[in-house]
């Protein structure tokens, strides 16, 4: 089963009840409705290298493992919240599970969809 598949089945038995409508598989992502307005692309290349972005209004932001910030804690995922800025992910870890990383940050997105996290202007 490939991974994606395996994910939105996870999404789909976890918080089923908690998405706007069914989880969207397109050719090399996951698109999750969550039912407080937050749309989540969810894209896994590998365990450990994987991109999660989310809208919610007029807001973007986005969690990545590229490895290009070198000084944050949490090397190589990041979060890039919807001012650009960037910081430590203070959700996933690429050493987790795959399916364990997007149930946590469907938690995080449905309690606070910017994770608390301001952008500075």
């Known amino acids: ?70 000084d944050l804690a949490s090397f190589p995922n990041h979060l890039h919240d919807a001012g650009g800025q960037v910081h430590a992910d203070p959700v996933t870890r690429p050493d987790r599970a795959p399916v364990d990383n997007v149930a946590q940050l469907i938690h995080a997105l449905l309690d606070n969809p910017m994770l608390g996290i301001e952008s500075e202007p």
């Open 1 to 70: 089963m490939s991974l994606h598949i395996e994910l939105a089945a996870a999404i789909e038995k976890d918080f089923g009840e908690r998405l706007a409508v069914p989880v969207e598989q397109k050719q090399d992502a996951l698109i999750a409705t969550l039912e407080n307005g937050v749309t989540l692309t969810i894209r896994y290349a590998a365990p450990d290298a994987y991109s999660l972005r989310w809208t919610y209004g007029d807001a973007e932001a986005g969690i990545d493992t590229a490895p290009l910030h070198r």
